[in-house]
């Protein structure tokens, strides 16, 4: 402990005199007693407990941070301190100067918090004390994870569905949930079954952040229900189950669609038959006789929707026998892309007469003799 006054006179800082109560020569001080003798008289960490709790979910690795809330804080962290010193009472009586860890080992279960204060005890005299405050480290699950460890508890479920026998898009939407897995962290189940995802939260905002993530992400259209579970009477509560239901577009990339007369016309009169480039945000399609291209989004899907004539899948294997590069390019043309004629035939026909086809190809800056294609 240390003495210190509030004291400016000289002659009291530069004289010694005897303590009043053990007699020893001490520097004079408003108090006229040592240090030993201020302690043994005053206690200026009475009322501060000297021992604590505090309680640690070992699922989420968070603390406990009264009255309800869980904060995710390392161990001799700046918030694990904050947390430690705001279960201590009596702190408020008291000055705190300093606060730091002392070292226990991690598995002890043990946190100890070397605290300094300072406190006026008689006139004018300030004591100064240093002393230990050891937590002991109680497991207690928090909320969330115990509504993860009861399977069946779950107020809201995100049903993704898309319509259709592939599901490239689908499966892009996955890789863009992998990309960002703090969308569907919080879930407590996810489950899989033949046409899609269910995604399983404990409440209904939780499940809504997916929605708006999903809805800017795909082109998709969701529909919500509610179901009541149970009515307080009393106090005039519900308690629901939501539903989100979210359908993707069916359209997948490289599949064959055909456009409604009058969307192709509201797209610069692109030809109704055109190929998808990608599924993102929007459709991209493009015609791959002239090399137009037109992005359709989810609202204009939806208002006017279609289908896809071929998937990939029903498409046939041809190789390319010649290839030639149409000239002049066509002005609307992307630069991505050649529009080209090209001379195929099927690969299991490859050499039997009248085998040989004609066709225009947007992919003329890909494709070479000898190469194989899907058409």
């Known amino acids: 402990?240390?003495?210190?006054?509030?004291?400016?006179?000289?002659?009291?800082?530069?004289?010694?005199?005897?303590?009043?109560?053990?007699?020893?020569?001490?520097?004079?001080?408003?108090?006229?007693?040592?240090?030993?003798?201020?302690?043994?008289?005053?206690?200026?960490?009475?009322?501060?407990?000297?021992?604590?709790?505090?309680?640690?979910?070992?699922?989420?690795?968070?603390?406990?941070?009264?009255?309800?809330?869980?904060?995710?804080?390392?161990?001799?962290?700046?918030?694990?301190?904050?947390?430690?010193?705001?279960?201590?009472?009596?702190?408020?009586?008291?000055?705190?100067?300093?606060?730091?860890?002392?070292?226990?080992?991690?598995?002890?279960?043990?946190?100890?918090?070397?605290?300094?204060?300072q406190k006026e005890v008689f006139s004018s005299t300030i004591l100064q004390q240093i002393f230990v405050v050891e937590f002991i480290v109680h497991n207690q699950m928090c909320g969330e994870c115990q509504r993860r460890q009861a399977s069946d508890f779950w107020q809201a479920v995100v049903q993704i569905r898309q319509k259709i026998d592939h599901k490239k898009t689908f499966f892009y939407l996955e890789q863009i949930l992998l990309r960002h897995p703090t969308v569907h962290a919080s879930a407590l189940r996810i489950k899989e079954i033949h046409d899609g995802l269910d995604f399983f939260y404990g409440s209904k905002s939780e499940a809504r952040t997916l929605v708006d993530f999903l809805l800017a992400t795909v082109p998709s259209r969701y529909q919500t229900s509610q179901r009541l579970i149970s009515h307080d009477t009393h106090s005039n509560t519900f308690n629901y189950k939501y539903t989100f239901s979210v359908e993707i577009v069916p359209i997948c990339k490289d599949d064959v669609v055909c456009l409604p007369p009058k969307l192709a016309q509201s797209c610069g009169n692109i030809s109704p038959i055109c190929v998808c480039l990608r599924v993102s945000s929007t459709i991209h399609l493009i015609d791959p006789t002239t090399l137009k291209t037109a992005e359709i989004s989810s609202s204009l899907y939806w208002r006017t929707p279609f289908e896809s004539l071929s998937s990939s899948r029903r498409l046939t294997q041809y190789t390319v026998i010649d290839i030639d590069p149409v000239r002049p390019q066509p002005r609307t043309s992307s630069f991505k892309y050649i529009l080209s004629d090209v001379c195929v035939a099927k690969t299991d026909e490859l050499g039997m007469p009248d085998s040989q086809l004609f066709a225009k190809t947007h992919l003329g800056h890909l494709l070479n003799p000898g190469d194989t294609l899907l058409g």
Not at 59 to 70: A, D, G, K, N, V
Not at 100 to 112: G, L, M, N, Y
Request: aromatic residues 6%; contains cysteine.
């Open 1 to 117: 402990a240390t003495l210190r006054s509030n004291t400016m006179d000289p002659n009291l800082a530069s004289s010694t005199i005897l303590c009043c109560e053990c007699g020893a020569s001490i520097q004079a001080n408003p108090a006229n007693m040592c240090v030993s003798c201020l302690r043994s008289r005053v206690d200026i960490t009475e009322g501060i407990p000297k021992q604590g709790t505090i309680y640690f979910c070992k699922f989420c690795e968070r603390y406990l941070q009264p009255p309800s809330t869980w904060t995710s804080c390392t161990l001799e962290s700046r918030q694990l301190l904050g947390i430690c010193l705001k279960k201590l009472k009596g702190l408020n009586q008291v000055r705190l100067v300093d606060a730091t860890f002392v070292w226990t080992e991690p598995h002890s279960k043990r946190i100890k918090v070397k605290l300094t204060i």
